[in-house]
Nanobody
Framework: QVQLVESGGGSVQSGGSLRLSCAASGYTYSSYCMAWFRQAPGKEREGVAAVGGDGVTAYTDSVKGRFTISQDSAKNNVYLQMSSLKPEDTAMYYC??????????????????WGQGTQVTVSS
C-alpha cells in the first residue's frame, strides 16, 4: 500500500518561498508518476506539477518558472520548491501517486493514492 505524508506548508508573504516535501513508502519510484495537486476554498482541485520515474516533469501554466518538482529516489521523497509565491497560490497542497498512466501530466493523471495535505497560505 502506497502511503504519502506531506510536510513543509506554512504562511509566507507574497514573493516568498516554501519547499514542500512528500515522504512516500510502499512504492517503486521508477514505476510511478508522482504529483502535487492543490485545492483552494471554493475551487476545484487542480494539478500543479508532476514527475515520472524517468525524471520528466510537467507543470500547470500558472506555476511554470516559479515551482520546481523533484524526487530523491534514495529517500523516496518528492519535493515541490515554490518561489515567487502569490496570494493565489494559497491552497491545501496534496501529494499524489499513480502507477497506471499514459501520460505523467497534471492534466491527465488520476491518482489513486493521496496524502493528507499541507496548507500553504500566501499573504499580500
Amino acid at each position: 500500500q502506497v502511503q504519502l505524508v506531506e510536510s513543509g506548508g506554512g504562511s509566507v508573504q507574497s514573493g516568498g518561498s516554501l519547499r514542500l516535501s512528500c515522504a512516500a513508502s510502499g512504492y517503486t519510484y521508477s514505476s510511478y508518476c508522482m504529483a502535487w495537486f492543490r485545492q483552494a476554498p471554493g475551487k476545484e482541485r487542480e494539478g500543479v506539477a508532476a514527475v515520472g520515474g524517468d525524471g520528466v516533469t510537467a507543470y500547470t501554466d500558472s506555476v511554470k518558472g516559479r515551482f520546481t518538482i523533484s524526487q530523491d529516489s534514495a529517500k523516496n521523497n518528492v519535493y515541490l520548491q515554490m518561489s515567487s509565491l502569490k496570494p493565489e497560490d494559497t491552497a491545501m497542497y496534496y501529494c499524489a501517486a499513480e502507477s497506471h498512466y499514459d501520460y505523467c501530466s497534471v492534466s491527465y493523471l488520476k491518482p489513486r493514492y493521496w496524502g493528507q495535505g499541507t496548507q500553504v497560505t500566501v499573504s499580500s
